[in-house]
């Protein structure tokens, strides 16, 4: 059994080597800096960020999502945007991804939004045979203008 909660200051410890991973994984190095103002957001009610954790039946955190709530031009409410999903590669496929989008499809109604979407690579096939399954592909190709 996976327990789901937003993160907490004390989940800290836990979460950087999850965060680590994640970034490994996307064979991504951020500066440091961006790590720690990414932590605190969640911790900043008048942000739009939010940390949302999956915790193992001994308490210990086992993946993480990122939402990002936002304003839309085709919405007269907002959308949420799934940008982090990650799952310890011990707590593989047993339903944490699953819970975890549970959550966030939770959290953004809540929030008023008329809808859920996230984005992974289309290697990641792992991750797309869950995805095919909760969700919808709808065709769009992400493109990524580098502005610095």
Not at 24 to 30: H, N, P, V
Not at 70 to 88: I, P, V
Not at 90 to 97: H, I, L, P, S, Y
Request: one cysteine or more.
């Amino acid at each position: 059994m996976v327990a789901v909660r937003e993160l907490r200051p004390e989940d800290r410890e836990a979460w950087d080597p999850l965060w680590a991973g994640y970034l490994a994984f996307y064979e991504t190095d951020l500066d440091p800096v961006v790590t720690e103002v990414t932590w605190q957001r969640f911790g900043d009610a008048s942000e739009p960020v939010h940390g949302i954790g999956a915790f193992d039946e001994h308490g210990a955190l086992v993946g993480f999502a990122h939402l990002v709530q936002h304003r839309s031009t085709w919405s007269s409410t907002a959308y949420c945007y799934l940008e982090d999903l990650f799952t310890a590669p011990e707590a593989r496929g047993r339903g944490v991804a699953r819970a975890l989008i549970a959550a966030c499809a939770a959290a953004a109604r809540r929030a008023g939004a008329d809808k859920l979407y996230w984005q992974t690579h289309e290697t990641n096939a792992t991750a797309r045979a869950l995805y095919d399954q909760v969700a919808r592909h709808e065709g769009f190709l992400v493109y990524d203008h580098p502005l610095g």
